[in-house]
């Protein structure tokens, strides 16, 4: 029995040597330690042994059954190296190559914008508040002094869904929001960006989506010398210390005095040129003191306090800050075009 054990490891050891792939090794490994396989076999006739052949045997067989096993795991590492560098060879990467260049990204002339302007009004100490874009007609019409039958609902159509909800025409609701939330308490300093939207058709210089920026101020003693030493101070920072505004009259439902802004035009310094139109001047946004009854719907004394409000269209201020005649290129996404701000 001892030489027949001999006999199979010589045996075994010899196909190791002619394996010709991990497959191969696993045969032999299932032929020779496998429960049907040879070594077993002779251990089973073991019963026939006297008792002092018994330990003997045992012993021959597991050192049998364990040169097989190391040889096989031997076999097994030389194939897993062998495997491994023909990989390495395969997949060797030339360090010396040129790579390939990735563009840069950057962010959006419209973002670049309005983060410029919050720095502007968080500067002066405004917070930035914000609102759902779908509003109730309630606090996009109403709680601005717009009932629902008042005419200067014409002058933004809206996109509605039910008979009291919309898509927001303006960030005013958000303005309504905070000053409710506040329940009366002063002061507040806020602005408000968010997207906004008009049914309108899209051209040069429309959008039936576009992005406004609100501030609001509420305090006591608030005057519309404060609003306008605020505007200049804005534009000045936006576009320039040699840049001046001035107000004309205008009509808002939710601001009385109301006042449209201009500021003196950055392509010919206010001398008059094609984008003036030759008069010097540009409107940028619309503001005003806040309407008596706008304060007493949201909670406070219009006859303790009072506040000024402004609106303007981020497109038309990076259109007027960069030179843009086509508020569709901001929307287009064509990287000739985003590409010019990646530096800026």
């Known amino acids: 029995m001892k030489d027949r054990l001999e006999a199979l490891k010589q045996e075994a050891l010899q196909e190791l040597e002619q394996a010709a792939n991990t497959q191969h090794l696993n045969e032999l490994k299932v032929k020779y330690l496998g429960k049907k396989g040879p ?5 089973r006739g073991m019963g026939s042994l006297s008792a002092e052949e018994r330990p003997v045997i045992g012993q021959v067989a597991n050192d049998v059954r364990a040169a097989i096993a190391e040889g096989i795991e031997a076999k ?4 897993r190296k062998e495997e491994t560098e023909r990989k390495l060879r395969q997949e060797t990467i030339d360090v010396t190559l040129p790579g390939r260049a990735r563009p840069a990204g950057a962010i959006h002339p419209l973002n670049k914008v309005i983060e ?3 720095a502007i009004f968080i500067g002066m100490g405004y917070t930035v508040e914000e609102g759902p874009e779908v509003e109730t007609d309630y606090f996009n019409f109403e709680a601005l002094n717009l009932p629902k039958d008042h005419p200067a609902r014409d002058m933004q159509d809206s996109f509605y869904i039910t008979e009291d909800v919309l898509l927001r025409t303006h960030t005013s609701p958000v303005q309504v929001r905070t000053m409710q939330r506040m329940k009366g308490s002063i002061p507040v300093k806020i602005i408000c960006p968010g997207k906004v ?13 576009f992005t406004q920026i609100e501030g609001l101020v509420i305090d006591k003693k608030i005057r519309m010398s404060d609003l306008k030493g605020t505007l200049q101070q804005f534009v000045q920072e936006m576009f320039g210390k040699q840049t001046q505004i ?21 392509m010919c310094g206010g001398a008059g040129c094609r984008t003036c139109k030759q008069t010097g001047w540009l409107e940028i946004l619309g503001s005003g003191m806040v309407h008596p009854r706008v304060l007493e719907m949201s909670g406070y004394d219009p006859e303790e306090y009072s506040g000024f409000a402004f609106g303007m ?16 290129h901001f929307y287009t996404n064509d990287l000739r075009f985003l590409q010019q701000f990646v530096h800026i």
Do not use: N
């Open 39 to 43: 070594i077993t076999e002779v251990l």
């Open 76 to 79: 097994l590492e030389q194939y």
């Open 116 to 118: 410029e302007i919050e």
């Open 197 to 209: 939207y008009r049914r309108d058709d899209d051209d040069a210089t429309h959008s039936h989506l």
């Open 246 to 266: 001035r107000l004309r009259p205008s009509f808002f439902p939710f601001t009385e005095p109301s006042a449209e802004v201009d500021v003196s035009c950055m």
């Open 313 to 328: 269209g981020v497109e038309r201020i990076a259109m007027l800050k960069y030179g843009i005649e086509d508020i569709r």
